[in-house]
């Protein structure tokens, strides 16, 4: 129970609505004397315009201001990634941030750059090993060329053997 103004006890939820309905009273008082402030702000003498007169000419003026507004959403929906910052063309030339992903993929290229010239060389142990296995390739090629050539030689002496025995 809370007691008003006159000392007349009543709920508070009682004063609370009285209170909201005086707000409300007070809050269209000021709206009026907003717009009439604002017609005199615009220079334009309005004559005393009925209450219905004047929330229309509210709306309208809102409708108005709304629509500017609408053509500005209106130009965000075309594009909604459009940024309005401008660079400057000393932003592009400087190096940006690689991401953890990019230096990384950027170190193990590097590094496969680097081994590959060592193996090239031959200074790597898989390099030391493959040419290992080359010379013994080569070795065994040339053994079987020089057993080949050999046999080949016999074989023509034991034919050139024939023939001239042939002869006699």
């Known amino acids: 129970m809370v007691l008003d103004e006159n000392g007349i006890a009543g709920s508070a939820d009682r004063r609370r609505d009285k209170d909201d309905d005086d707000s409300s009273?007070?809050?269209?008082?000021?709206?009026?004397?907003?717009?009439?402030?604002?017609s005199e702000e615009e220079g334009v003498p309005q004559p005393e315009l009925s209450r219905a007169e004047r929330k229309a000419l509210k709306k309208k003026q809102a409708a108005g201001k709304q629509g500017e507004d609408d053509e500005e959403e209106d130009e965000d929906l075309?594009?909604?990634?459009?940024?309005?910052?401008k660079l400057n063309i000393s932003d592009l030339s400087a190096p940006r941030e690689l991401s953890r992903r990019e230096r990384e993929q950027?170190?193990?290229q590097e590094a496969k750059d680097r081994y590959w010239?060592?193996?090239?060389?031959?200074?790597?142990?898989?390099a030391k090993a493959d040419l290992g296995r080359l010379a013994k390739i080569?070795?065994?090629?040339?053994?079987?060329?020089?057993?080949?050539?050999?046999?080949?030689?016999?074989?023509?002496?034991?034919?050139?053997a024939k023939a001239a025995a042939a002869r006699r």
Do not use: F
């Open 138 to 160: 080569r070795a065994d090629r040339e053994a079987a060329a020089a057993k080949r050539k050999a046999e080949a030689e016999a074989k023509e002496a034991e034919i050139a």
């Open 106 to 108: 950027k170190e193990k």
């Open 78 to 85: 075309i594009n909604p990634n459009h940024v309005n910052k």
């Open 117 to 126: 010239k060592l193996h090239v060389a031959g200074k790597t142990d898989q």
């Open 25 to 38: 009273d007070e809050d269209e008082d000021e709206e009026e004397e907003e717009e009439e402030e604002s």
